[in-house]
């Protein structure tokens, strides 16, 4: 099935090619191209593309321009969501999610500063450095998933990390998410930050006991 659909949209691609002198001016083209995009009553991205997908009734798809979606391109979809005009409902717009949203979850799941400390003493690190975001595990925390068959903790298979301004955790700046399977089967993770949160403050649900950053 998806070896037909990929050879349905190279045979479009082909004729679409005839038509166009410049084959850069048709793949630009293509790339200014409106998508789909699906969320539900939250507004949560589900999906964005021109992709086929059947949506049920809790889900809601709009097209947007590319240009509306470019401010998503690269980022964790997460941290977005989708919003529609107060005065025009045909309207929608792309936006962060504010941060109080994610403060506002139970005394277990409250999200929690992480401060510079004894590296020697830690459950989760995260070094920041050159535009890197450096996650690594204790020897002592791996331990907790020897022989174990389904990596998660309290029921969480991932762990995310909310840069926000200085002194002011109601204002996010960006946020990345990595896999708990990777910390353990890696020293660290690294991650590429799109800009310089190197005086950021950093939050994240507190799944381990320890965490550090430096």
């Known amino acids: 099935m998806t070896t037909s659909l990929a050879d349905k949209r190279r045979k479009r691609f082909l004729k ?4 166009y002198k410049d084959v850069n001016i048709l793949i630009r083209k293509n790339y200014e191209k409106d998508v789909d995009v699906y969320f539900n009553k939250e507004g949560e991205i589900l999906q964005i593309g021109n992709l086929k997908r059947r949506k049920n009734k809790k889900e809601t798809k709009i097209t947007m321009s590319s240009e509306q979606v470019e401010i ?12 529609q005009d107060p005065i025009v409902d045909t309207v929608y717009s792309v936006e962060l999610k504010p941060t109080e949203n994610l403060f ?8 929690q500063k992480i401060d510079t400390g004894n590296i020697k003493t830690y459950d989760v690190l995260i070094e920041i450095k050159d535009l890197v975001a450096s996650i690594s595990l204790s020897k002592k925390a ?4 020897q022989k174990k ?12 990390f909310y840069f926000t301004a200085k002194n002011d955790p109601h204002y996010m700046i960006h946020g990345i998410n990595v896999f708990l399977k990777e910390l353990i ?24 006991d320890k965490y550090v950053r430096t």
């Open 16 to 19: 679409e090619k005839e038509e």
């Open 72 to 83: 998503l391109k690269g980022k964790n979809l997460d941290l977005y969501r989708i919003t």
């Open 104 to 111: 506002v979850k139970s005394e277990e799941e409250f999200l």
């Open 142 to 145: 791996k331990k907790l998933f």
């Open 149 to 160: 068959t389904e990596i998660s903790i309290n029921g969480s298979k991932v762990l995310k």
């Open 185 to 208: 089967d890696n020293n660290k993770v690294d991650i590429k930050l799109p800009l310089d949160v190197d005086q950021c403050d950093i939050y994240t649900y507190k799944l381990f």
